[in-house]
């Protein structure tokens, strides 16, 4: 117990079957953080989870060093992940320097989330879901509600990273002024769905 689950160097895919059902979850029963894809040491990894309810992650930082931040979820650099159809819950990141209960995506590492919440989250300072140093992108349907930190009311910290929101996406965020690379954030539209390809046009009586 307290301890995050190994490192994940390899490509991992997580598939949950909770759909309709509302007590099923991975439950870190406030003892520890969840995982921890690729390292600082040129490790790569690659995590895609679909259809997952994490929930109830935490962590402790009373000073800021590379490992002090994150709660449920770090990405590393050269790491990314990909989160479809998931919910985070009652993550926290206490301590003076608590961080982004949910997920902390370091420099050069990359998250993409579709249709997933962040519901009841608190971070003890800033960031009360994600932060991002490296790149997120938030697609249609993700949802964030009740997330609070305590020094900044915020869902998402960008600390010299980019965010790509999606326009049908309601987010507070926060861009740390002091990074000594600018973070920002960007809208993007959703690719229309491809479209059925017309009938095929009836056959034309010969001409006499």
């Known amino acids: 117990a307290g301890e995050p689950l190994p490192v994940v160097r390899r490509a991992l895919v997580v598939r949950g079957e909770c759909a309709g059902r509302p007590h099923c979850a991975l439950d870190a029963r406030s003892l520890s953080q969840m995982m921890v894809v ?54 926290t990141a206490a301590g003076s320097f608590g961080i982004a209960p949910v997920m902390d995506v370091r420099a050069g590492g990359v998250a993409d989330v579709s249709r997933t919440s962040f519901t009841d989250n608190r971070a003890e300072m800033v960031g009360g879901a994600v932060m991002v140093a490296g790149t997120a992108r938030f697609r249609d349907g993700c ?25 049908g996406v309601f987010v507070k965020y926060m861009i740390d002024p002091n990074t000594q690379v600018p973070g920002r954030v960007t809208t993007h539209q959703e690719p229309p769905a491809p479209s059925s390809p017309p009938p095929p046009a009836p056959p034309q009586a010969p001409q006499p």
């Open 143 to 167: 949802t964030f509600s009740a997330n609070v930190a305590n020094e900044a009311l915020n869902d998402v910290y960008i600390f010299g990273g980019e965010a790509a929101i999606s326009p």
């Open 38 to 91: 690729g390292s600082d040491l040129r490790a790569w990894g690659e995590v895609t989870l679909r259809g997952v309810h994490m929930k109830g992650s935490f962590s402790r930082h009373e000073e800021l060093s590379p490992e002090a931040i994150g709660g449920a979820i770090q990405v590393h650099r050269n790491a990314s992940i990909t989160i479809q159809d998931c919910a985070f819950s009652q993550h």
